[in-house]
């Protein structure tokens, strides 16, 4: 079952009394959001993109992702994460999480949400790396490239379960794009990887399962928890991106020999 809601999730999903995991990719910090915004300004004297036209650049054996010219020059739309932001979300959902939140981030933002989390209740242990295995390199060639995202996971401050206890990675490695999938039609600035949340999914909810996702951008939550055998209510604040997803999602089941939609 994937239950699609358009809104703010503070409303949309206000009748959401208790799930088995929050598993979600909400904005990041404003430093986040103001390099993506300044990721396409044009040259100027003091902040000019150097000619790489005939610079070999060492990528580490990694090719640009097939997105890197959308991405490049793109403008983040939707605002970024404070302080107050994560701590009203932790307010919010702690109460009702069973099991485990997993949640994306910059260093900046993760560690927001750890301080939120230990003082909810939760033990969040230290942020984990998905590193990207296409990431773009600094064009303007002045640091290091940004090739990296973090993920908190928390759980609540229990005993685990025998059924509970089971080897979970410390670190991710792989593709951003979900490159040579016909879904790639439906990119949005930020989406994670089929393969990344269907391997979180796996790792930190059950079959049968309910899977909270309070920022569900383009859907890949939703689909990877269909696609395991979880259900999944998540909601979309724009309407542009949340009429996306549903159409990503109604293909999802159609493409399995399922007719029925998702939640408009």
Not at 75 to 101: H, L, M, N, Q, T
Not at 165 to 183: D, T
Not at 196 to 224: H, K, N, Q, R, W
């Amino acid at each position: 079952m994937i239950d699609l809601r358009l809104g703010r999730w503070q409303e949309a999903l206000e009748d959401v009394e208790m799930c088995d995991a929050v598993i979600c990719d909400p904005p990041y910090s404003e430093r986040t959001h103001k390099g993506q915004r300044s990721a396409g300004v044009g040259p100027s004297k003091r902040n000019r993109r150097p000619d790489t036209s005939s610079v070999a650049l060492d990528l580490g054996g990694c090719s640009l992702p097939a997105h890197h010219d959308e991405m490049h020059g793109s403008r983040v739309k939707y605002g970024s994460a404070s302080k107050a932001d994560i701590e009203e979300a932790i307010r919010f959902w702690a109460p009702r999480v069973r099991r485990w939140f997993v949640v994306f981030g910059d260093h900046l933002s993760a560690e927001q949400w750890r301080v939120a989390l230990d003082k909810s209740g939760f033990y969040a242990f230290h942020p984990i790396v998905w590193t990207k295995t296409d990431a773009a390199p600094r064009m303007h060639c002045d640091g290091p490239s940004s090739q990296h995202e973090t993920i908190t996971i928390a759980r609540p401050r229990r005993r685990l379960g025998r059924a509970e206890m089971r080897y979970r990675p410390g670190w991710y490695c792989g593709p951003s794009a979900n490159k040579g999938i016909a879904e790639d039609e439906f990119h949005i600035i930020g989406q994670k990887p089929i393969w990344l949340m269907t391997t979180l999914v796996a790792a930190y909810s059950e079959p049968g399962d309910l899977v909270v996702d309070p920022f569900c951008g383009s859907g890949t939550t939703a689909i990877a928890c269909h696609r395991l055998g979880r259900s999944c209510i998540t909601s979309e604040m724009d309407p542009a991106t949340h009429a996306m997803a549903k159409a990503r999602i109604d293909r999802e089941l159609a493409q399995l020999g399922l007719f029925e939609g998702a939640t408009p």
